[in-house]
């Protein structure tokens, strides 16, 4: 790799990581391109280079978690039948753990999706590989409406408890405890 495209991966890499900084201290929807740019330690010309919006970044970050996913998906444990409560759980801790690392890009993403209905839209379908890979797991159950649709059930529950647990400064409940209420949850909604 020549040198200008090494500097322009480590910008694109700074002002990445910038990005979440600052969507972790004042949330996506307040964040400026200068605000990411100052934290960078970058001229606000950069960012542009790299990125034509904010909304293009966070879709670069989520692509970035994309690729990290379907790694956690070749890991060790991965069980693929949802009928087996040790399957649902392997994915409900492994998507705990994923958005505890990730919280602030998580969050952002859910601020985005709600104000910009084409980033929503671009999210969908960037995310239709895991929700289909979901749906793999559920071919045996033959849940009403079908794989698919459970999928979209089991990845939105997941996602609200999940958002709504982080997002609580005093849960009622530890991480573990929730993580098995989860669990059984949504093994026993599947029929499984």
């Given at each position: 790799m020549g040198t200008r495209r090494q500097q322009a991966a480590q910008t694109e890499a700074e002002l990445k990581a910038?990005?979440?900084?600052v969507f972790a201290r004042v949330g996506y929807l307040n964040t400026k391109i200068t605000d990411i740019t100052v934290e960078a330690g970058r001229a606000t010309g950069s960012f542009?280079?790299?990125?034509?919006?904010?909304?293009k970044l966070l879709e670069a970050l989520l692509a970035d978690l994309l690729a990290?996913?379907?790694?956690?998906?070749?890991?060790?444990g991965h069980l693929d039948d949802f009928r087996d409560r040790a399957a649902v759980?392997?994915?409900v801790a492994v998507y705990w753990d994923f958005y505890r690392e990730h919280?602030?890009?998580?969050?952002?993403?859910?601020?985005?999706?709600i104000v910009d209905e084409?980033?929503?839209?671009?999210?969908?379908?960037?995310?239709?590989?895991d929700l289909r890979h979901i749906a793999g797991h559920m071919a045996n159950l033959r849940p009403p409406g079908g794989p698919l649709v459970a999928a979209s059930f089991f990845t939105t529950t997941l996602s609200s408890v999940t958002a709504a647990w982080f997002a609580d400064p005093?849960?009622?409940?530890?991480?573990?405890?929730?993580?098995?209420?989860?669990?059984?949850?949504l093994h026993t909604g599947l029929g499984g």
């Amino acid at each position: 790799m020549g040198t200008r495209r090494q500097q322009a991966a480590q910008t694109e890499a700074e002002l990445k990581a910038a990005a979440i900084r600052v969507f972790a201290r004042v949330g996506y929807l307040n964040t400026k391109i200068t605000d990411i740019t100052v934290e960078a330690g970058r001229a606000t010309g950069s960012f542009y280079k790299h990125f034509p919006g904010k909304e293009k970044l966070l879709e670069a970050l989520l692509a970035d978690l994309l690729a990290e996913g379907d790694v956690h998906a070749g890991l060790a444990g991965h069980l693929d039948d949802f009928r087996d409560r040790a399957a649902v759980r392997w994915h409900v801790a492994v998507y705990w753990d994923f958005y505890r690392e990730h919280r602030a890009v998580m969050s952002a993403l859910q601020q985005a999706a709600i104000v910009d209905e084409e980033f929503a839209r671009r999210s969908r379908e960037m995310l239709e590989p895991d929700l289909r890979h979901i749906a793999g797991h559920m071919a045996n159950l033959r849940p009403p409406g079908g794989p698919l649709v459970a999928a979209s059930f089991f990845t939105t529950t997941l996602s609200s408890v999940t958002a709504a647990w982080f997002a609580d400064p005093g849960p009622a409940t530890g991480e573990a405890e929730t993580i098995e209420a989860l669990t059984t949850f949504l093994h026993t909604g599947l029929g499984g």
